[in-house]
């Protein structure tokens, strides 16, 4: 009866460590803010995959977009409230913009 029950121990620990592993490998959503017309933070490091959930904390539109030769997006005007999520599925270092403050500057360094 012992041994049986350290048998299910030890199957149930090494599905622990499984699950674990599983959830650790999957991809990672990080959020990034638009207020006061600035991105928050202003630079960013993910890894291949990775997810940024932007939101809209202003009381106004956004537009933000990445135009590089390995990635790009250009979203819709996002209405404040709305977070807007964008996956990053290449290496290398992206200028996240908005169209329509150009002052507003995300570096995202994917790795
Ligand atoms: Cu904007």
Redesign the pocket.
Known sequence: MEKLDRKWIAITALAFVAGFTTLAAAAATVTVS?KN?TFGPGNITIAKGDVIRFTND?E?????YTKASGFSFDSDEQSPGHPLVVTFPTAGVFEVR????PK?LLTVTVK
């Open positions: 638009q017309r202003d106004f539109l956004h537009q933000i908005c169209g329509i403050h507003m």
